[in-house]
Structures are given as structure tokens and as C-alpha cells.
């Protein structure tokens, strides 16, 4: 079967690899000149796998108000004139529920086993060089609350296959002695040594080299933005692009916050909405002073990722529309806030800034599956977590594709979930 995936993230590409793996003549169109142009450039290349409860939980009410006036807050939510923004909004607010937010708990735990399972499987990619290493990920906390609900929240996932261990300040620190800078507000952390590091990019590229000497030969066509999805009836049958038009036997629609626009124009409503994060990529200067787990410090919600000589510091969530400007203050804080957590790791002139914008849905489930039109597939909507679920993601996908039995339960990841 010819397939036509739309997108070159860390979703397109991986799931271009496990239908190349089936044996179906693949072809990749994105709009950048290369792979991991977008979302997946400079994310903060953690695989959480163990760590995925979603942004929409019960704890947010109490933080609505920083949430819409907030300056320097970690999430942020700045109005405009888009009704989608307020639409996306209410819907997010309406998933903020205890039993909301464990059942999108379980559903992605799923999900990202599945992910490290068909990654740890792989032979051939674990042979690229993306910097995939498996250190753990240390969750430290500055507040005993957080802390608490933190140690309770571990507790219930150990009951699903995690594997998270409680600490407590002491412990945080002979695990992670990088730590130390910080250790007078530590109250404590949630391990998992499951957890692991990847480049994202470094991934896409690898992939790209890997799948162009396929035996079937992937087609990649870059710098081919898709203008519209060609429909007839109740069937999808081509791609029009800057390029020219491209006719396929199947689709696959993994173009991030794209996705949205493409899929209104057949008659789709996808609920994603772009939440804008930011990175900084340090070249390490003092190995003894650069953490060698993966670290996220929950209270400023920032994430430190270990990938080479390299450290990737990554945080924010900006509700602000697809906003693609690099903001100064927000560049500032997240180069402060690194600085006060591993002040002497890397020098600050060195930073590499970044943002980009992670197609989110309301209840942080992605969008998975058949769409409903005859040759359509969609793998949409992974939030922060498209680099850890985007294997079990691409599995789910050419399984659907190929007939076989689905490797999940496939119905939390519907389009009408």
C-alpha cells in the first residue's frame, strides 16, 4: 500500500518508520527544509515515560488566577481575539477534574509503555545517534503540598507498572549532587529510573538517513507545505501542495498544530490548540557542576535534559495563540532560572534559544486513529509529550493501517473521546 504522512516531526517521522517496517511504499511532505523543523526542533527531549500526568488536573483552579495575570507565572494565559482560544479554554477547564485527570493518567501510561517498548525493541534504532540515554528522571519539589500530592500521585502509578521511588531532600541530592545550589529549598523528589534523554532533531535526522536506504526507499519531499486535503464524498483522495498534488492508498495527518487548519478544510474539527514553549540549549562547561539524570524542577515547571556535552533547558506553557515570537522576558527567566539550579555548568553566552508551539488537546490525550474518512488517519495532539509517545503512537497507527489488532485499547484516543 502507498501511504502519505504529512508532517516530519518526531510523529511523522517515526510513524513513516513503522510503515516502511510493514512494507508499504511511504511518502513524508512537510512545509520545512528539514526534518524536526517544528514542535520537535529544540523540545525538552525528556521520555517520561512514567511521568505523564496531564497539564488539565484538579490543582489548576488554585492557580487560575496567576494563570490570567501572572507575569513570570509557568503557564500562562494571555487572551486574544481567537473564539478557539476560549473555546479550547473552557473545554481544558472541563477535563480539570480528579477523575478526568487519572483516567487521561491511565490512558497515557499506556501509551508510553507501549513507546519504550516498541524503542527498547528496535535494533535499528538503536543504532542512530540521538543521545538516548536511559538515566532516570528526578521530580524535585519546593513545596511539602506539592511534594505530598506528588508522593500520592507516585503511589497510584506504581499500582499501573511504574516504577517511581519517594525521596526525600537527602536522598535527591546523593542521587543528583549537581543539585546542590538548589538543596535550601529541596523538600524532596519522585525517581524514576525508567525514564530517559533523547535529541529529538538528532532523532528525525537519523531517521530520515535510516528510512532513505530503506529497502522500499522513503520519499521525503521538503519544503512542500500542504495547502488543502482533497475530499470526495467520504473518502480522502489526494494532498494539494506548493508543489503539485500527491494521491496515496492511505493518509496519515501528523502535521502538529497544522493539522488543525487541514483537517476544517474536509469537515473535520480537530480541538487542538498551540501551547508555546521555550528552550535553551548550554554547551557543558563543568561536567561536575551539569546533572547526569534528567531533572524537572516542578514549582517553576522546568525540565533539564543531559544529551551529550550538551544540557536542554525547556519550560514554559504559553496559551497565546500561534505566537512565534521569541519573547525576551520569558528567554530571561528561563535563563535565570537555570542559572540559579546549575549556576556554574554551563556559561550563559553559549545558550542556543528556541520556541515552538505543541499542538495540545483539552484533556492532554492525543488524537489517535481512523478519522472517520475513508483513507484518513490521525496522530495529532501530543502536547509536551510528543517525543515520548510517538513510537506507541506510530505503532497504533500502521497497525490500524495494516489491519492488524490495534496494541491498545484505541477509544481514549478517539477524535470524539
Given amino acids: 500500500m502507498h501511504v502519505l504522512v504529512i508532517g516530519a516531526g518526531v510523529i511523522g517521522m517515526t510513524t513513516a518508520w513503522a510503515l516502511a517496517r510493514d512494507g508499504h511504499q511511504v511518502t513524508v511532505l512537510d512545509a520545512g527544509p528539514e526534518p524536526a523543523s517544528g514542535a520537535s526542533h529544540a523540545n525538552g527531549a525528556q521520555l517520561s515515560y512514567s511521568y ?11 492557580d487560575l488566577p496567576k494563570l490570567l495575570f501572572g507575569r513570570d507565572a509557568p503557564v500562562r494565559f494571555r487572551p486574544g481575539l481567537d473564539l478557539r482560544q476560549y473555546r479550547w479554554g473552557l473545554r481544558f477547564l472541563a477535563a480539570c477534574t480528579a477523575g478526568k485527570a487519572r483516567r487521561t493518567t491511565q490512558a497515557l501510561l499506556r501509551l508510553a509503555f507501549l513507546s519504550r517498548d516498541v524503542l527498547a525493541d528496535a535494533r535499528d534504532l538503536q543504532a542512530l545517534d540521538f543521545d538516548h540515554v536511559q538515566a532516570g528522571k528526578l521530580v524535585v519539589y519546593s513545596s511539602a503540598e506539592s511534594f505530598a500530592a506528588a508522593a500520592a500521585q507516585a503511589r497510584f502509578q506504581n499500582t499501573l507498572g511504574c516504577k517511581q521511588d519517594v525521596l526525600d531532600a537527602a536522598a535527591c541530592l546523593a542521587l543528583e549532587p549537581a543539585l546542590r545550589p538548589i538543596a535550601g529549598r529541596l523538600v524532596g523528589g519522585i525517581f524514576t529510573p525508567d525514564d530517559a534523554a533523547a535529541d529529538p532533531r538528532k532523532l528525525c535526522h537519523g531517521l530520515l538517513h535510516l528510512l532513505e536506504g530503506h529497502n522500499n526507499g522513503v520519499a521525503f519531499h521538503f519544503n512542500t507545505p500542504v495547502i488543502r486535503l482533497l475530499r470526495e464524498g467520504q473518502r480522502l483522495v489526494g494532498v494539494e501542495t506548493a508543489n503539485g498534488r500527491f494521491r496515496a492508498d492511505a ?41 547526569r539524570v534528567s531533572v524537572t524542577d516542578y514549582g517553576n515547571k522546568v525540565v533539564y535534559a543531559r544529551l ?9 506553557a504559553d496559551i497565546v495563540g500561534a505566537d512565534m515570537a521569541l519573547e525576551p522576558d520569558r528567554v530571561a527567566q528561563l535563563s535565570r532560572q537555570a542559572a540559579a539550579t546549575f549556576p556554574v555548568a554551563a556559561p550563559e553566552a553559549a545558550q542556543q534559544p528556541w520556541c515552538g508551539l505543541r499542538p495540545a488537546t483539552p484533556s492532554g490525550r492525543p488524537i489517535l486513529g481512523h478519522s472517520g474518512i475513508d483513507g484518513l488517519w490521525l496522530n ?31 477509544a481514549d484516543f478517539a477524535l470524539h473521546a
Fill in 52 to 62: 505523564v500526568a496531564p497539564l488539565a488536573g484538579p490543582s489548576i483552579w488554585k
Fill in 251 to 291: 493518509y496519515v495527518l501528523a502535521g502538529g498544530i497544522q493539522s488543525v487548519a487541514l483537517a476544517q478544510g474536509i469537515g473535520l474539527e480537530l480541538p487542538l490548540y498551540p501551547i508555546k514553549g521555550y528552550s535553551l540549549t548550554l554547551d557543558i562547561a563543568n561536567e561536575n557542576a551539569a546533572p
Fill in 308 to 316: 551529550g556535552q550538551k544540557l536542554r533547558v525547556a519550560g514554559m
Fill in 380 to 410: 495529532v495532539g501530543h502536547g509536551a509529550l510528543g517525543l515520548t509517545l510517538a513510537f506507541g503512537s506510530a505503532a497504533s497507527i500502521a497497525a490500524g493501517i495494516a489491519g492488524r489488532p490495534e496494541p491498545l485499547d484505541m
